[in-house]
Structures are given as structure tokens and as C-alpha cells.
């Protein structure tokens, strides 16, 4: 026992040398074991839902691109037949759409680059005047226009024997199936993995929150009024979860933008132009860092008031 | 200052832990609660600190009626009361200055405010050299002391101490039992329940028994 003798109790007031004095050491212990490990569970969990936002942001916006570039296009085939100049159908069926509103380009394929188009199935020097080749014509539509198409194919079909109008429907409407399924499927995820992520950052900080027990009593038998004592803890778990989410979002933010990047760098490769036509430019774009910025808020408000309801509910069985 | 009129508690659906208690605890008291383990004492002194309800009766605390209070009225009434816990309950993350002043960051004040009167109640409790200190470093004396010195750094109205003498050798308990006379005498009524004879031999004051839940006086 290091107990000094009575006259202690009267000794004059002094500053003791040794360790620096502490006045002002937060009520809620810091850089507790069960604190780091509540930010290591945030920061992981708000890297997987960032990733998976990412991913479906990513989907929906090929999906996305890949139904307005088909979109963008219509096709005019001009079948032969015994006695049908295909050459002249083609100008004439060419001139028609050029005159149509809403058409930006209209392109004619001669019968070489037709040629071209067959030549992976019937292999080259292919002769097109001894087989019933339809000649193509691509109509690019012009961007933010919404030609009449059925006008157009009427027309067309009044104008040019033989012409016919494919606006790619069918390929569009499975396009948009699959698409449609492939971002619900992805959103389907990713609300399973936030509705994960709100369920282990409630429980890690209930976990960080047990070891504070004895904290929460003793500034309630002090006199600390509850809001006072809730207030302290939800300012300091709310810190943890804004560090946690910001290693974890942070680390998925710098992930998307060298993804970004890698693709950017290795663009015009044959590899990164099928990557492209899958995935488009790899970028989540600024809604997507947003979303992700967002996540990280709510997963640190989902912290804080998770610790505010568990000071409540201690503070309860207390009295 | 504390009116009991015929309180009882029970816990849950049990028998009642104290019955029929009336008694008054009046200012500038001094009083020890005694009795047997498992009497109800600590059961008393969590009634006299606004932590439990009575489950009959009427408990009056600074002229108010203690069922009538919000959780907020308690926590400023409780302002009013100083309370040793037998196990100190002191914060191992906070220096013994820290701890000592406490209460006094709960109500609000600035550091500066209250700097020299912490560090003057630590000196006279003499734990002067040992204010920067974590409680885990504290002997057992030590830790009562800081213990007392936070609960009487507010200038409470009514001390209350749970066995204060429970861990601490006779000639520290002696000192103790001073520091506690000397408090009474600057005004604050005291209430240490202790099951210590030669303690309560010490000096001479009003007697609270426990015994099977009731209580018997003895002035």
C-alpha cells in the first residue's frame, strides 16, 4: 500500500511532475480492441457493398448503351428478284430515307463489302452475281430523334419493290429482357449485401458497445442526464463507422478509378474492345462515386444510431 | 432531506427484499446502515440513490416525490447525492484527476473551472502525487479514496457509501471513517452502510438496522 500518512490529506496543492497531466480524455474509451474491430467489420463490409454497387451500376449502363446503339440503327433490305435492278432499288431506297426527317446518314453496302459480311460463312471469292444476295442499306438515326419508323416503312414499301425495313426489334425487346434481368438480379444483390452489411454493423457495434457497459454506468450514477451519455457515444461511434466506411469506400473508390484507368491505357487492344463492348468505359461515373459516398454515410449513421439505441436500452436496465 | 413512508421493494415476482421501511435522514446527519449480508442494504442505499423504485410506499428526496420524476429530474437530483461504490467503479481509461472530476464535466463546466478545486480535493484525500494515474495502477486504498473524492467533489447534500471499509486495512478504514466525519461536518449529511462492529464503535452516531427487510432505528 503506497498510503500516505495523514498529513497528506493537508498538503498544499501541486502540479506533479512524471507522466503529462490529461484533462480532457474522451468519456468513450478510444481506440478500443472491440473499436478497431467494429471499423475492420465496417470498412469490409462497406468495401463488399461498394464493389457491388459498382458492379451494378456498371450492368445497367452497358445494358444501357448496348440497346441505344442498336437502337440507333435501322437496316433496308432490298431482296432480288428475276428482273429487279438492285442498284437503282438501293439509290432510290437510299434517296427515300435520306429525304426522311430524323435520319442523320444513310449508307448503301456495295456488293464487295456484302461480300465481306459473308465471307466468314462462305469463305472469299465469292461471286454475288450467281447467288440472291439482298443488297443492305444502314440508316444511322439521328441522336435525340424519334423518326416515324412504320411511316418510313410504308413508305419504302410503296416506293421500292422489294424493300423492307428491319428496325431491330426483336434483338432490342431480348436485349432489354436480358438486360433487365441481369440489373435486377444485380440490384437483388446488392440489397441482400447492404441488408448484411446493416445487420453485421449493427451487431459489431452492439459487440463494441458491451465493453462500454461500465462507462455508460458510471456517467449515469455521476449525474450524466441520458441524452448527454447517448450523445457521447453516438458522436464517437458515428467516428468509427465515418472510418470504417472511409478505409472501405475509399479502398473501392480507388479500385473503380484504376479500373478505370487500366482500361483507358490498354484501349484499342482487341482485348479491351470486346471488354468495352461488354462493360462500356469501365467507369461508374460521378452518380456511382456518389452512391458509394452515400453508402458510407449510411453505414456510419447505422453505427451511431445503433450505439444511441444500445445506451438507451442499457440505460433502461439500469434503473 | 430523505422521507421513507412505509416503502417496500420487491424484485420481480419475489418475496419483498424490505418492508414497511419509515424513516427520515435528516441534514447534516450522520448515520450508519448495518445489518446482515444479504439484508438489504445495498437494496436501501440503490433506493436512496433514485437507481431503484419502490414497488409501495412513498420515498420523498429534496422535497420530491421520487415516482413523479423524469429521467432527467433523477439525473439532476442525483447531482445532489455522492455515492462510493464498494467496487469503486472508477474509468481504467481516465487518470485519477479525471475520474475525480467527472461529475463535475457532466454538469457542463469548463476544465479551468474546477482545475484547482479537483486538485485541492485530491491533495486533502492525499492522492496529490497520484492524480495522473490510471485507476488499473491504484492500490486498493488509493482507488477508495479517488472513489470518495468523486463522489464529494460536487459538494453533494447526501453522501452514501457502500461498505467504504470493505477493502482497505483498519488503519486505512480509520481514516477513511475521519474523511467521512469531517465531510458531515461541512455540512453533508452521510449514509455508510457497513457490517463493520469495530468501525461503527469508532463513533458515535444514529444506528440503521436491517434485519429480514425491516428496519430498526436506533438514535
Do not use: C
Request: cysteine-free; glycine content about 8%; overall charge positive.
Amino acid at each position: 500500500m503506497t498510503d500516505s500518512t495523514s498529513n497528506d490529506m493537508t498538503a498544499t496543492p501541486r502540479m506533479p511532475g512524471g507522466p503529462l497531466p490529461r484533462f480532457d480524455t474522451p468519456l468513450v474509451p478510444r481506440n478500443s480492441i472491440s473499436g478497431r474491430a467494429l471499423i475492420a467489420v465496417v470498412a469490409i463490409m462497406t468495401f463488399l457493398a461498394s464493389l457491388t454497387t459498382g458492379a451494378v451500376i456498371l450492368v445497367a449502363s452497358a445494358a444501357s448503351e448496348w440497346q441505344s446503339d442498336v437502337a440507333r440503327e435501322v437496316t433496308i433490305q432490298i431482296i432480288p428478284a428475276p428482273g429487279r435492278d438492285l442498284d437503282a432499288a438501293a439509290a432510290k431506297a437510299a434517296a427515300a430515307a435520306r429525304a426522311f426527317p430524323g435520319i442523320a446518314d444513310v449508307r448503301v453496302y456495295s456488293k464487295e463489302e456484302s461480300a465481306k459480311l459473308l465471307e466468314p460463312w462462305l469463305g472469299n471469292g465469292l461471286k454475288l452475281d450467281e447467288l440472291p444476295v439482298p443488297r443492305l442499306i444502314v440508316v444511322k438515326i439521328a441522336s435525340g430523334a424519334a423518326p416515324d419508323i412504320p411511316q418510313l416503312r410504308r413508305m419504302l414499301a410503296e416506293q421500292v419493290p422489294g424493300a423492307t425495313l428491319d428496325d431491330h426489334r426483336g434483338w432490342i425487346d431480348r436485349m432489354r429482357a436480358m438486360a433487365g434481368t441481369a440489373v435486377a438480379a444485380g440490384v437483388a444483390i446488392l440489397l441482400l449485401v447492404i441488408a448484411a452489411t446493416m445487420l453485421s454493423v449493427t451487431f459489431a457495434t452492439r459487440g463494441a458497445m458491451a465493453t462500454n457497459k461500465p462507462v455508460i454506468e458510471v456517467l449515469h450514477f455521476v449525474g450524466a442526464k441520458n441524452g448527454f451519455i447517448a450523445g457521447r457515444f453516438q458522436r464517437h461511434f458515428l467516428r468509427l463507422g465515418l472510418q470504417g466506411g472511409a478505409i472501405g469506400g475509399g479502398s473501392a473508390i480507388v479500385l473503380f478509378a484504376l479500373a478505370g484507368a487500366i482500361s483507358g491505357w490498354f484501349a484499342g487492344s482487341a482485348g479491351a474492345e470486346q471488354t468495352a463492348a461488354l462493360f462500356g468505359s469501365f467507369s461508374i461515373g460521378i452518380a456511382g462515386y456518389i452512391a458509394v459516398l452515400g453508402q458510407v454515410l449510411l453505414i456510419a449513421l447505422v453505427t451511431a444510431v445503433t450505439s444511441r439505441h444500445t445506451v438507451n436500452r442499457t440505460l433502461d436496465t439500469i434503473d | 432531506m430523505v422521507r421513507f413512508e412505509n416503502v417496500g421493494l420487491r424484485y420481480g415476482l419475489g418475496p419483498e427484499v424490505l418492508r414497511d421501511l419509515t424513516f427520515r435522514i435528516e441534514p447534516h446527519s450522520f448515520q450508519f446502515l448495518t445489518g446482515p449480508s444479504g439484508a438489504g442494504k445495498t437494496s436501501l442505499l440503490r433506493l436512496l440513490f433514485l437507481s431503484l423504485k419502490p414497488t409501495r410506499g412513498l420515498i420523498t428526496q429534496f422535497s420530491h416525490d421520487v415516482a413523479t420524476l423524469s429521467k432527467d429530474a433523477v439525473a439532476t437530483l442525483r447531482r445532489r447525492i455522492g455515492i462510493v461504490f464498494q467496487d469503486f467503479r472508477l474509468l481504467d481509461h481516465m487518470s485519477t484527476y479525471e475520474n475525480v472530476a467527472l461529475p463535475l464535466r457532466v454538469m457542463g463546466r469548463r476544465e479551468d473551472t474546477y482545475r484547482d478545486e479537483v486538485i485541492e480535493l485530491l491533495n486533502w484525500v492525499g492522492l496529490g502525487e497520484r492524480m495522473w494515474a490510471l485507476p488499473p495502477v491504484l492500490s486498493g486504498g488509493e482507488k477508495q479514496r479517488a472513489a470518495i473524492a468523486r463522489a464529494v467533489i460536487a459538494r453533494p447534500q447526501l453522501l452514501l457509501a457502500d461498505e467504504p471499509t470493505g477493502n482497505v486495512d483498519p488503519s486505512l478504514a480509520q481514516r477513511l471513517l475521519r474523511l467521512f466525519i469531517e465531510l458531515n461536518k461541512s455540512g453533508t449529511s452521510v449514509v455508510i452502510a457497513t457490517h463493520d462492529i469495530a468501525l461503527m464503535d469508532q463513533y458515535d452516531a444514529r444506528r440503521l438496522v436491517l434485519h429480514e427487510g425491516r428496519l430498526h432505528i436506533y438514535d
